[in-house]
């Protein structure tokens, strides 16, 4: 499967429903007609886009977007979602994480604390990642997705690794010159307030 193909899918997806759960099962269901070469692809290109956007950059506009409110698992499953935005958002936040800011999905939890999103619009798509999983049972009759990817060469990630500089993410100067646009609609605590910053990394 070609990385073209790949974005085929996961936009087609998008078009066929806005429910996420809706878009996983078309996924999972158009992904099991294919091959099971195809399925492993389609795990593997996963796994390498997620890789571009699996940096500190990244993690810290998760992090503003969300309040802080962005663990180890949060982030992971935050670059999944950012895949299923779509191909021409994903190379822009690629390129520059402060282009959420312009995201639609984005701008509408602007406004309202984390505790106030009904939890279809969490920037997170943990079930992405077992799309595959079960394309791959339904094609094989069996379990054995990452035992096929690891005979690639391959080891699919399950936790966040950025091999970028580290820098300090609750750094309000720093923020704020990273992330202007995010800034202007997710506005830092204010004076003597601080975030719980929930990252597993010291």
Avoid at 13 to 24: G, I, K, N, Q
Avoid at 61 to 77: E, K, N, R, V
């Amino acid at each position: 499967m070609h990385v073209d193909e790949f974005w085929t899918l996961i936009e087609r997806s998008a078009a066929v429903a806005a429910d996420p759960d809706e878009r996983l099962a078309w996924l999972t269901d158009r992904l099991a007609e294919r091959p099971v070469g195809e399925v492993v692809d389609f795990a593997v290109r996963l796994d390498e886009l997620r890789g571009l956007v699996d940096t500190w950059r990244h993690w810290g506009a998760a992090l503003l977007i969300c309040g802080g409110l962005c663990s180890d698992d949060g982030f992971h499953y935050f670059q999944a979602w950012v895949v299923g935005l779509g191909r021409s958002v994903f190379e822009r936040v690629v390129d520059d994480p402060d282009a959420l800011a312009d995201v639609p999905q984005v701008r509408r939890l602007a406004g309202r604390g984390p505790r106030e999103w009904a939890e279809d619009e969490w920037p997170e798509w943990e079930c992405l990642d077992y799309v595959a999983d079960e394309a791959y049972e339904r094609v094989t009759g069996e379990e054995g997705l990452d035992e096929a990817v690891e005979a690639r060469g391959r080891e699919l990630s399950s936790s966040p690794d950025p091999t970028d500089e580290r820098w300090d993410l609750g750094d309000r100067v720093e923020l704020a010159r990273r992330y202007p646009r995010l800034v202007a609609i997710f506005p830092l605590p204010g004076r003597g307030r601080e975030w719980v910053w929930e990252t597993a990394r010291p």
